[in-house]
């Protein structure tokens, strides 16, 4: 995984990263490499739950999807992302005033792509393991992207 | 699982239901029955992906809270509910014009719930199984609940 | 799922389910249809844990096995199917005289398919649902098998 | 995790591991830390499946069963350890020689405990990652351990 992807790519991946359901939680993409990808978020009350804590559904969706653009890099543009599947355990409360995710790839494939992805709890600027996910994922040609049913 | 819960029971859940990242995601409480959760959310634009498919996160923050909240069900007042961790299933695309979360408690216990949760995505009116998760929650006494690292 | 398949095909899939591993285990097959297949185990002590409770590994390997094998029943003879994944929760204790495994499939597919596994726990005849699965199985085409790395 | 454990909880836990079923299938124990568990198995013909690769329920038996010891490391004697859930993926088809199993402790906790295991496939001496699995467990004196049901 020591290549390395073309700084335009990496442009389009980040911009990419937050559109839709994303923007509307605002992370943000910050660290593109081969097989790697981390993202971030400065926490607000609309992220939290009842008790304050950060809601498991702002982990869980960062770690989605930071580790789907993880392997985006790793197929050619031809080919979008699809999550198959993915599991998260939650280590520990999060609390922060930020979060960031790692996501790296674990296998790479022409279909079939498991990535795990970290979640840190930033506070006070320390880095908490917070929670844990692996997220299988396929590459799907564009044009075969049509799947329904 | 057949005994009744108190509607004043019934209406604190259904409001407590919708607050924090919640609240954001526009989810909102249907059906509550005891060991039973349903919810919907009307999907918008900010719900989608970059494709037009309603984003996965969408989907595993709905999944994960309404199995928390199917858990709420089966505990006295006095407790919290954590998600230890879950496991979501995307079965197919979704890219309806609603979501419904059903919810149900596979096994109770003093400490430990397993919930699991069916997504369907609802296009014109059809429901549609989209997605199913397996969640581990745990039931925390309220004075216990800060459990720091 | 309502077509049926045939009886010869039946015949196969019942005795290619005890080979190697499963047949080391002494899992059997019990009921084959379209999408859905049972498989039992006679417990003796060599399936037991250091406490007398059926071991969780003898409980996930039957959900994994029966899981692939009622993904079996979707795809024609030139199909293989590997497990890509799975996640399994132990519900309750096992500890009876028998375990029953009742696999379906949830999302059939010419590539991923996804199954869920019941075990059962059979005491004094009763049964009780002990774990639960969910397991994303691939068809592979026989002749592209050996995808080694 | 940087204390050390006594010789003779090192040497009462590396005879325990193996027992009933783990014994069945000849799993043994290797290295032993706080917070880390490593086993082997010497695969013969009964590990495979038909294909003539190592079964999978192998990989996940083995990888629930020395996360479970991984976590034994960090208790008392007086408890007990039960897996409440784990995932599984299988990241590369595994054929080789032997298998071993590095499980470490991600979460300690009074009650749950987080463990991953990474399943190494041996052959001809190297070592390829052949599966990764998350394993949630919990810590239950000896004394409460008969929770039937």
Known sequence: MDEEIPQERKTFLARDYSRGFIKYC????????RGYFQSTVAIE??????????HAGVMATMADHTAGYSAFTTVSEDFQIL???FKINFLRPAFGEALVCRSKV???????????????????????????????LMAVH????VLKG
């Open 45 to 54: 009350e609309h992220h939290r739950q009842q008790d304050g804590f950060i």
């Open 26 to 33: 605002q992370f943000k993409a910050k660290v593109i490499e």
């Open 106 to 136: 674990l296998r790479e494939g022409g279909q079939i792509i498991i990535s795990e992805s970290e979640i840190f709890d930033i506070r006070e600027g320390e880095a908490e393991l917070a929670a844990k996910a692996m997220v299988t």
């Open 83 to 85: 999550t198959i599947e």
């Open 142 to 145: 564009r044009d075969k992207l």
